[in-house]
């Protein structure tokens, strides 16, 4: 190959992209956009593109790997199996429970109305026992 004085991008495999995002999204507390993403690849001199990126993300939540937070617009790695998440609205900690259950019942409840969930998203906010709660917050919903 002739030298033409460009720079030569390193070609990665579809593979080294899953396992850098997903281990990015591993080692991150609160959870990351797809930019947040290419920014911290780029900080480890292993630059990614949007199009690697969300790639990438699409394949781990195929795999049940990763989650998206609709709420967000935001990934982070699942934890346990398929996930509900409350987000704190002072910090942006998301905190991830089961919902195996959950997502059984409402499956069944559709499924009485004749409605079929190809897909259930359960994302609750408010605060984390780390943040102080508002004074103002009349409508939180609490654990019996």
Known sequence: MRNTGKSVRPTRRPGEVRRLVATLLEQARPPLSAYDLRSLSAERHERLYAPQVYRALN???????????ETLNAFCAIRQGP??????????????????DIKLALGHLFAQRGFLIDRLVVEGSGHCCQCPLPSDDKGAISAP
């Open 59 to 69: 394949e781990l939540i195929a795999q049940g790997k990763v989650l998206r937070i």
């Open 83 to 100: 996930a509900a998440v409350g987000i704190c609205q002072h910090c942006g900690q998301v905190e991830q429970i089961d919902m195996g």
